[in-house]
C-alpha cells in the first residue's frame, strides 16, 4: 500500500544552519505531495505542497521538489530559526480521477532550534 | 479567521466509559477527516466523510468506535467502551473535495485510565 517514510528524529540545529529532512513515498500513479507542520499545542497546517513531478513547493523559506525518479520529497531550509521549531510531517494524496482521497502521513520528525 | 473547532480540548475518563469528541468543521467544506496521532504509530486515519456521508472507515475499530455527521455543521467520534489503549491526541480535519489544503483542529487530548 501507499505509506511515507521520513527521517526520524529529534533534529536539533543552531540557528541560522541549514535544514533538510528527507522524505520518501511509495504509491501507485502519481501523487500529490505534502508538507505538513505542527507547532506545540495545535493541530497541523499546511506549510507547502507540491501536485506533479519536478515542481517545487515553497513557503517561509522552505522548499521541497518533486522527485519522481528517486520518489523523494526532501524539505529544505538555508537558515532555520527558534521559531521553526516544530514536528515536521511529509503527506501523500492519491488522487482518485479527479476526486480527492485521504492524506497518508510520514510519522514526524521533531526540530529543535537553539538560540 | 475561519478554523476547525475540537471540543474538548482534553479528556481525562476511566476505562469503560463512553467519551464523545466533537468537531465543528470550517462552514462550506464537504469533507471531514477524523485521525489519531500517537507516539507509536503516528497520524492514523480513523474515518473520512464527503458531503456527511461516510466515505472511509477502514481504519477505525468498528466494536467500539462510531462517527457520524448528524449535519454538515458537526461531526462526532465515539468510542464505548474506552480503554487504555485509546489514549491519544484525535484531530479533526476539514476541506473541500476539489482543493488539496486540509485544515485541522487543535485536537482532543484523550487519557483513558
Known amino acids: 500500500g501507499d505509506s511515507v517514510t521520513q527521517m526520524e528524529g529529534p533534529v536539533t540545529l543552531s540557528e541560522e544552519a541549514f535544514l533538510t529532512i528527507n522524505c520518501t513515498y511509495t504509491a501507485t500513479g502519481y501523487p500529490s505531495l505534502f508538507w505538513y507542520v505542527q507547532y506545540p499545542g495545535e493541530g497541523l497546517q499546511l506549510l507547502l505542497k507540491a501536485t506533479k513531478a519536478d515542481d517545487k513547493g515553497s513557503n517561509k523559506g522552505f522548499e521541497a521538489t518533486y522527485r519522481k525518479e528517486t520518489t523523494s520529497f526532501h524539505l529544505e531550509k538555508g537558515s532555520v530559526q527558534v521559531s521553526d521549531s516544530a514536528v515536521y510531517f511529509c503527506?501523500?494524496?492519491?488522487?482518485?480521477?479527479?476526486?480527492?482521497?485521504?492524506?497518508?502521513f510520514g510519522k514526524g520528525t521533531k526540530l529543535s532550534v537553539k538560540p | 479567521d475561519a478554523r476547525v473547532t475540537q471540543t474538548p480540548r482534553h479528556k481525562v475518563t476511566e476505562m469503560g466509559q463512553e467519551v464523545t469528541m466533537r468537531c465543528q468543521p470550517i462552514l462550506g467544506h464537504n469533507t471531514v477527516f477524523w485521525y489519531r496521532q500517537t507516539m507509536m504509530q503516528g497520524l492514523e486515519l480513523l474515518a473520512y466523510?464527503?458531503?456527511?456521508?461516510?466515505?472511509?472507515d477502514s481504519g477505525m475499530p468498528k466494536d467500539r468506535f462510531s462517527a457520524e455527521m448528524p449535519d454538515a455543521t458537526l461531526a462526532t467520534l465515539k468510542i464505548q467502551p474506552s480503554e487504555p489503549r485509546d489514549s491519544a491526541v484525535y484531530f479533526c480535519a476539514s476541506g473541500l473535495s476539489t482543493n488539496e489544503k486540509l485544515f485541522f483542529g487543535s485536537g482532543t487530548q484523550l487519557s483513558v485510565l
Open positions: 503527506a501523500l494524496r492519491r488522487n482518485y480521477g479527479g476526486s480527492q482521497g485521504n492524506l497518508i
Open positions: 466523510f464527503r458531503n456527511r456521508a461516510p466515505l472511509d
